[in-house]
Structures are given as structure tokens and as C-alpha cells.
């Protein structure tokens, strides 16, 4: 089973494992891309919604890889219904990768290279370069924004 992103979609992805979206998805796409997603649905691709405590646990997973300002409530919501179903996610968004691998989920990537590695990002203060491993607004130290700093 296949957990499909707007990217599968965008890029006229198939396959003929059963296949799974969320109603978000739908409301990201337009014109065309949006009737595939239509024509998915009416030949027997399954609409899902994640159940609450499978979203937190994506939210929590998020928040400790670094990734959770990147990911869209539509994209927690995808890994959430992933993680549910034991499906494999098939998106191209980086993101959402690091998610799915730090919870040991299956992806496959559609147009781009996936992911080599899990990351767990670290935050560097623009102001006086100090590291934090969690995002906040601004440095507690000086009050500089801080930016996403790979941390190899």
C-alpha cells in the first residue's frame, strides 16, 4: 500500500499496489492535477483521515528531527495516515523523508533523488552563532533569528 503526496499526482505517478490519500491533498491540487486525483479516487484509490494520536506522534517525531516548521499540516497528516496504514509514503518533499525514516516508515521518491540519510537538524543563531537543537522564534542570547544548520 502506497500513501500518495500532490507530487504523485503533479507527476502523473502509478503504480498497482492500492493506494491511499488524504482529503488535503485533494484541496492542493488544481485543474488537471486535480482530476487525477479524482479519477484515482472514483477507480478505487481510498480517501483516509489519520486519527489524532497518530498525527501528535508525527507532530513529536517532527519537533525532534528539526523538521517541524518545514512540514504543512497536510504533510504531518500524510505520515500520519503512512504510519497508521504501514504503508510507504511516496512524496519527493526532504521533510517529510527525514519524518517517515525517523519513524522507520518505507518512502519512495517520484521526480527526485530521496534522501541518503536521517538527519536531526541543529538551529544557528544568525546574530552570535551560538547552536540549539531546538527551533525557537528568536535567540534566547541575543534576539537574532536563527536558521536551520545541517549538522554534519
Not at 546574530?127 to 549538522?151: A, H, M, V
Amino acid at each position: 500500500m502506497q500513501v500518495l503526496d500532490s507530487s504523485a499526482f503533479i507527476h502523473e505517478y502509478t503504480t498497482d499496489d492500492d493506494v491511499v490519500s488524504i482529503p488535503a491533498v485533494h484541496d492542493e491540487l488544481t485543474g488537471e492535477v486535480a482530476l487525477r486525483f479524482d479519477a484515482m479516487e472514483g477507480s478505487g484509490m481510498t480517501v483516509h483521515v489519520p486519527a489524532p494520536e497518530a498525527v501528535d506522534r508525527v507532530r513529536r517525531a517532527a519537533k525532534g528531527s528539526g523538521d517541524a516548521a518545514e512540514l504543512s499540516d497536510t504533510d504531518v497528516r500524510l505520515i500520519a495516515t503512512a504510519l497508521e496504514l504501514h504503508a510507504t509514503l511516496v512524496t519527493d518533499d526532504y521533510a517529510m523523508q527525514n519524518v517517515a525514516e525517523r519513524l522507520d516508515l518505507p518512502v519512495e521518491a517520484i521526480a527526485r533523488d530521496g534522501i541518503s540519510e536521517e538527519r536531526e537538524w541543529r538551529f544557528q543563531c544568525v546574530g552570535c552563532n551560538r547552536t540549539f537543537d531546538e527551533n525557537k522564534e528568536r535567540c534566547p542570547i541575543c534576539g537574532s533569528d536563527l536558521t536551520r544548520k545541517n549538522p554534519a
